[in-house]
């Protein structure tokens, strides 16, 4: 089967940077997103991996490695405003979005 | 603003009653997906339409049903209901491609089974 795995809790200070891990175990897949979601609010689309390597998106930036089954999400400069839950999320072979159970990031003054 | 809307933003019923949640895709978006988000918990997976047909199926209890009508909007409808329905449920949508990696939310509808 599928599955992903990522830490439950996450504390930063404003500023800093954090890494957020995800480890997946699954057969093939075409690659692993990142979504971001705040309290009560819509999971939103951060970024996508489809090949080994770093992808940069302004303060975000995400990487996987497949011979490694895993990938991160970094975010720098952190704000208090990305206190959130970050999920990565897998795009397996059979169409399916595979879900990590999210981790939340609290960022402290 | 994602440009999928659903409706309602809350919802409040008995157990054994029957609802009706509704989606609208952003425009262009194929296909649909439905998740259901409790308490502390992640997304789980329900159901997904691609331009009218059935195309993958997650955790979805036998009493859930949905269904993606010709204008793409969809329905999922949640019948016998329990308390432990008491959830979020997020429809979202994607375009055309394979690999439908990048899929975009609505709002969420909050169900309260009291």
């Known amino acids: 089967g599928q599955s992903l795995e990522q830490p439950s809790e996450v504390t930063a200070v404003e500023g800093a940077i954090v890494q957020i891990n995800c480890t997946y175990q699954?057969?093939?897949?075409?690659?692993l997103s990142w979504y971001q979601q705040h309290d009560g609010g819509a999971p939103t689309f951060l970024s996508y991996?489809?090949l080994d390597g770093l992808e940069e998106t302004g303060r975000f930036s995400s990487f996987l490695s497949r011979s490694d089954s895993y990938g991160y999400l970094l975010l720098q400069e952190l704000q208090m405003k990305d206190s959130a839950s970050y999920f990565c999320?897998?795009?397996?072979?059979?169409?399916?979005?595979?879900w990590g159970l999210g981790t939340s990031l609290a960022v402290n003054p | 603003d994602s440009g999928v809307t659903q409706t309602p933003k809350h919802l409040i019923t008995a157990t054994g009653q029957r609802v009706t949640l509704r989606c609208s895709p952003r425009s262009g978006d194929l296909s649909v997906y439905w998740y259901q988000q409790s308490l502390d918990q992640g997304l789980q997976f329900l159901i997904q339409?691609?331009?009218?047909?059935?195309?993958a199926k997650g955790n979805i209890l036998e009493r859930f049903s949905a269904q993606q009508f010709p204008d793409l909007h969809s329905e999922l409808n949640l019948s016998s209901l329990e308390l432990g329905d008491s959830a979020l449920y997020f429809c979202?949508?994607?375009?055309?491609?394979?690999?439908?990696?990048?899929?975009?939310f609505g709002p969420g509808t909050r169900l309260l089974v009291l």
């Open positions: 999320a897998l795009a397996g072979n059979n169409r399916k979005l595979i």
């Open positions: 339409y691609y331009n009218g047909e059935e195309r």
């Open positions: 699954t057969s093939g897949f075409y690659g």
């Open positions: 979202a949508s994607s375009g055309t491609g394979l690999v439908q990696e990048t899929q975009y």
């Open positions: 991996n489809a």
